[in-house]
């Protein structure tokens, strides 16, 4: 079963660092583009950052400065290091990317709730 697992979040102070990794298992051929979704209470699911197999990356406005993707195509692993938390990046973070095994899937992870105190 090819799925997206997860981990790394957590209950943080304002200003504070977190790093969300999410890992691709299963029999696996290669990965496109891996990407970081978050959901805030009430609010829609929204993209933060992705990263393509190339390693090219884009940010949304709100973490560009704070935030880094990166991956390990080697690990099928991808990382999500958010430095200077706000109480605004409070949500459900999501793990996405596009895998090809026998046939290509869009694959989401369970979520993991990042929550930034004030």
């Known amino acids: 079963q090819v799925q997206l697992v997860e981990s790394g979040g957590g209950l943080v102070q304002a200003g504070g660092s977190l790093r969300l990794t999410c890992r691709a298992s299963g029999s696996i051929f290669s990965i496109n583009a891996m990407a970081w979704y978050r959901q805030a209470p009430g609010k829609q699911r929204e993209l933060v950052a992705f990263?393509?197999?190339?390693?090219?990356?884009n940010y949304a406005d709100s973490v560009k400065g704070r935030f880094t993707i990166s991956r390990d195509n080697a690990k099928n692993t991808v990382y999500l290091q958010m430095n200077s938390l706000k109480p605004e990046d409070t949500a459900v973070y999501y793990c996405n990317a596009g895998v090809m095994t026998y046939r290509y899937l869009e694959l989401w992870g369970q979520g993991t709730l990042v929550t930034v105190s004030s």
């Open positions: 990263v393509t197999s190339g390693g090219s990356t």
